[in-house]
């Protein structure tokens, strides 16, 4: 994998990390022979430990779930290590996700892998913004700056308009994500915008997503 030339710094690219008869197979293995949440909009399937949403660490809860066959040649290692977590998304049209960094502590670094549609990825420090096209069977690595210090994100909407001013149309488009659990539990990192270790040291407890929605009920009476 190489760097990309661009900011932030720390994200890694290999364009055909599989072949298209390769993906069409796993898109089909999606489409068919999966079975889904009943839900719209994206959606996530998970193997290994269970992302937990409403911690975003691992669910302790939820035994080890062995990585199906599909899932065995597209496993990247670091180090000689497997992922301990990994998530396939299936992302419908104008289906996005908030921007926002995996959290730190249970986490160490992550790849993404892209099937499907091209989409859009935008990444973001303060006023800074840096858009990233996500291509079919490309594999990402995101460390340093890319993993710690940016949020990354997909806007909803159905269009992503190129530099060159073209306007392409989203279509059905799949991700898997792969996680490292952080063997120590605590990032070094620093950054207390960003970071749940740096926030626990300073006693900011983190606003999980999920505490803020049961907030809005509350005080909403609804």
């Known amino acids: 994998m190489q760097e990309l030339p661009i900011e932030p710094s720390g994200i890694f690219w290999q364009d055909n990390f599989i072949t298209p008869e390769h993906e069409q197979e796993l898109i089909d293995t999606f489409r068919n022979k999966l079975q889904w949440p009943d839900r719209t909009g994206r959606t996530s399937l998970h193997f290994g ?15 080890f779930k062995p990585f199906p066959d599909w899932l065995q040649p597209l496993i990247p290692t670091t ?11 299936y992302y419908p049209p ?7 960094v995996d959290t730190h502590s249970p986490y160490d ?13 935008q990444f973001q420090r303060g006023e800074q913004r840096v858009d990233v096209d996500l291509t079919p069977r490309s594999m990402m690595q995101m460390s340093g700056d890319s993993r710690l210090h940016w949020t ?42 960003l970071c749940d270790t740096a926030q626990a040291k300073l ?3 983190k606003g999980y997503r999920w505490k803020e929605q049961q907030a809005e009920v509350t005080e909403s009476g609804t």
């Open 49 to 63: 430990y269970t992302f937990d949403y409403k911690t975003f660490g691992v669910d302790p809860d939820i035994p």
């Open 79 to 89: 180090e000689g290590r497997p992922p301990e977590q990994v998530c396939l998304q």
């Open 94 to 100: 104008g289906a996005g996700i908030p921007p926002h």
């Open 109 to 121: 670094q992550l790849y993404a892998l892209s099937l499907g549609a091209p989409v859009m990825m």
């Open 152 to 193: 990354h994100g997909i806007k909803k909407r159905k269009t992503d308009t190129l530099p060159d001013g073209t306007v392409r149309r989203r279509e059905d488009r799949w991700s898997i994500t792969y996680r490292w659990v952080r063997e120590s539990g605590v990032c070094d990192c620093g950054d207390e915008k």
């Open 203 to 205: 006693g900011i407890e």
